[in-house]
């Protein structure tokens, strides 16, 4: 038995939709979620890779003094920025999220015609159509930046008409390009899948990258042998670098918990301490 938690982090809130399937799947597991919402850093899909990849790793080693078993880079810029370098400076084991995703789209296409929909970071990385040529490299991988869609999704209007539009538009890049199975590249995305399969339409499959994350979190905690005792009621706690009751409000909206408390964590001492 290992009663260390796991950790994971975002640069906001869309992080969450990783975190609801991994207590589905491990509830017997306890969590600490870091959420990088200070308005200086978040959101990190327009920001150039190298200053992701700072803030990835005074994350990462914030939570890797925490003394975590594990921890999911539940961020797609953070995990095409930054990922193999984490993994290559921590102990502690590091999971992303676009292997899973570009597995499942890859298994799900029946045309060969995939697209992505992801920030401007992850579609400058081309780390999904790597990741899907890896698997399959007669694919046709369509990509589109949705820089609009992660602001107005933390804002916590996900049925404004301004999002929709926005998501209408980039959507319409990727109909254009007749793909059959749509990557959701961003932990934020997963908020407003309803609203992106009625635009388009029963015939195309999303995949979103919580339910794969949350499997290969199992098994790696299984692997190594340092699950936690089952049976029990796991626990979790939540941190940021902005404002806790804004980060309170629209996370609890979003992952239907109590958050009874929010700790803030410096951004300044955090890249000190890193």
Do not use: W
């Not at 509830?27 to 600490?32: A, G, M, Y």
């Not at 978040?42 to 890797?64: D, N, Q, T």
């Not at 992850?122 to 589109?144: M, W």
Request: aromatic share 6%; glycine share 8%; charged share 20%.
């Amino acid at each position: 038995m290992d009663a260390r938690p796991i950790g994971m982090f975002d640069s906001g809130v869309g992080g969450l939709t990783v975190l609801h399937e991994c207590l589905v799947t491990l509830p017997h597991e306890d969590f600490v979620y870091f959420g990088d919402s200070h308005p200086d850093r978040f959101p990190y899909g327009p920001k150039p890779a190298g200053v992701i990849a700072r803030f990835a790793h005074e994350v990462a080693a914030h939570l890797a003094a925490l003394d975590v078993k594990l921890i999911v880079v539940a961020c797609n810029a953070a995990t095409a920025s930054a990922l193999p370098g984490l993994q290559r400076e921590f102990a502690v084991p590091l999971i992303g999220v676009i292997t899973p995703e570009a597995h499942a789209a890859v298994q799900a296409t029946r045309t060969r015609r995939v697209g992505v929909m992801a920030t401007e970071a992850t579609v400058a990385s081309g780390r999904y159509p790597q990741a899907v040529h890896l698997l399959d490299a007669g694919i046709e991988v369509a990509q589109v930046a949705c820089p609009l869609l992660v602001p107005l999704i933390q804002s916590g209007d996900v049925h404004g008409e301004e999002l929709h539009d926005a998501a209408r538009a980039y959507a319409a890049e990727l109909k254009d390009a007749d793909v059959d199975t749509v990557i959701l590249g961003c932990t934020h995305y997963p908020l407003i899948r309803p609203m992106l399969q009625r635009i388009f339409g029963r015939g195309v499959t999303l995949i979103t990258s919580a339910e794969e994350i949350a499997r290969e979190a199992a098994d790696t905690v299984a692997r190594r042998g340092v699950s936690n005792e089952p049976g029990r009621e796991g626990t979790y706690r939540f941190m940021c670098t902005g404002d806790p009751g804004a980060f309170r409000e629209v996370a609890g909206r979003f992952l239907q918990l109590p958050l009874t408390e929010v700790e803030r964590v410096d951004p300044a001492a955090l890249a000190v301490a890193a």
